[in-house]
């Protein structure tokens, strides 16, 4: 079992930045992908970034060259550095974790997720 903690979301104007954290906890193999989803309400939930256990990434176009997703040495703390952003980045945002060695943005592969941090942006 994989239990996940996400903090740093908030309030911002437009063309701030924020860094959101997701702290692992439980058994972390060494094959161990995770992503950041976010989601408003009314639609579906969206892939922003995702990452693997060797570091392979893969962005959503539409935040490519403005967020960063890294993690710590020990896989077990996940971060998303969103720079530029916008009114359209207002969401909440998941963190989400699974047993693979793939990089993927699609919710249905993951099993853990995060309760979730609120991000606003402010035009």
């Known amino acids: 079992q994989v239990q996940l903690v996400e903090s740093g979301g908030g309030s911002v104007q437009a063309g701030g930045s924020l860094r959101l954290s997701c702290a692992a906890y439980g058994y972390i193999s060494s094959t161990f992908s995770m992503a950041w989803f976010r989601q408003v309400p009314g639609k579906e939930r969206e892939g922003v970034a995702g990452?693997?256990?060797?570091?392979?990434?893969s962005y959503a176009y539409s935040v490519k060259g403005r967020f960063t997703i890294s993690q710590d040495n020990t896989q077990t703390t996940l971060y998303l550095q969103m720079n530029s952003l916008k009114p359209e980045d207002t969401a909440m945002y998941y963190c989400?974790?699974?047993?693979?060695?793939?990089?993927?943005?699609?919710?249905?592969?993951?099993?853990?997720w995060g309760q979730g941090t609120q991000v606003t942006v402010s035009s």
């Open positions: 989400a974790a699974d047993y693979s060695d793939y990089v993927t943005l699609v919710p249905a592969n993951f099993t853990y």
């Open positions: 990452i693997n256990s060797d570091g392979s990434t």
